[in-house]
């Protein structure tokens, strides 16, 4: 069964730095998201993407985040100057369509750790 | 707005016994709704959903949920839980825009 894959796993940066998370949804999915856990906490919702520009964003996903498909595959999560409260699982998502029978598949997550 | 509610944070059952992990939804229209189980370490596995239609759905892993509109409740249950079933359990709702809220989780421990 195809799947949501993320890299790296881990990623351990020293704050003030950028940092870029990296997903490849399910290939024929066109819907896409970046969700986070920090940890001991519930999995929130950062940001969804559809046909190449941002459909949602919450409160977290200020200026120092962005998100880019820079070609057919990848879905990318950028944060451009990491804080420590920036420590956290990011889980990349993806849905084939926004009809009613499709759940998001998730992938296994990146735990970013600032130090 | 949108919420989930999970009201017990942690839950120890025997190997053996009957689950059942309880979901409070608030949501204005018909809701999707769904489970998620995390093992330490691992990313979101579906368990189960629901659309509509049959308000009791089953899921992997023997799971099943009870969708009761009259009291915007989910819950999972399974009849007889195995030590593997350890993990903590997401229920969320989709905001039919695709986005999906979760509620704080329930771990599950499972004792011999």
């Known amino acids: 069964e195809p799947e949501v894959t993320q890299t790296p796993s881990h990623q351990v940066t020293q704050m003030g730095q950028e940092v870029i998370l990296r997903c490849v949804p399910i290939?024929?999915?066109?819907?896409f998201y970046w969700y986070r856990q920090i940890l001991g906490q519930k999995v929130e919702f950062l940001v969804s993407?559809?046909?190449?520009?941002?459909?949602?964003k919450s409160e977290i996903f200020d200026d120092q985040f962005s998100v880019e498909r820079p070609d057919g595959s990848n879905f990318t999560l950028k944060i451009r100057s990491t804080k420590l409260e920036d420590s956290a699982m990011y889980f990349c998502?993806?849905?084939?369509?926004?009809?009613?029978?499709?759940?998001?598949?998730f992938g296994d997550g990146t735990r970013l750790s600032i130090l | 707005a949108q919420s989930v509610t999970q009201p017990d944070i942690h839950i120890t059952v025997s190997e053996g016994a009957s689950l059942e992990l309880r979901c409070n939804y608030s949501?204005?229209?018909?809701?999707?709704l769904f489970w998620y189980v995390q093992s330490p370490g691992q990313g979101l596995q579906l368990l189960l959903k629901?659309?509509?239609?049959?308000?009791l759905v089953q899921g992997i892993k023997g799971f099943e949920a009870e969708f009761k509109r009259s009291q915007s409740s989910f819950n999972l249950r399974k009849p007889s839980v195995h030590w593997s079933d350890a993990a903590e359990y997401f229920c969320?709702?989709?905001?039919?825009?695709?986005?999906?809220?979760f509620g704080q989780g329930t771990e599950l421990s499972v004792k011999p």
């Open positions: 998502a993806s849905k084939r369509d926004l009809s009613s029978n499709q759940p998001q598949h």
């Open positions: 290939s024929n999915h066109l819907y």
């Open positions: 993407f559809y046909n190449n520009e941002i459909s949602e």
């Open positions: 949501y204005g229209a018909t809701p999707y």
């Open positions: 629901y659309f509509s239609g049959d308000t």
């Open positions: 969320a709702v989709d905001n039919q825009g695709g986005k999906l809220i």
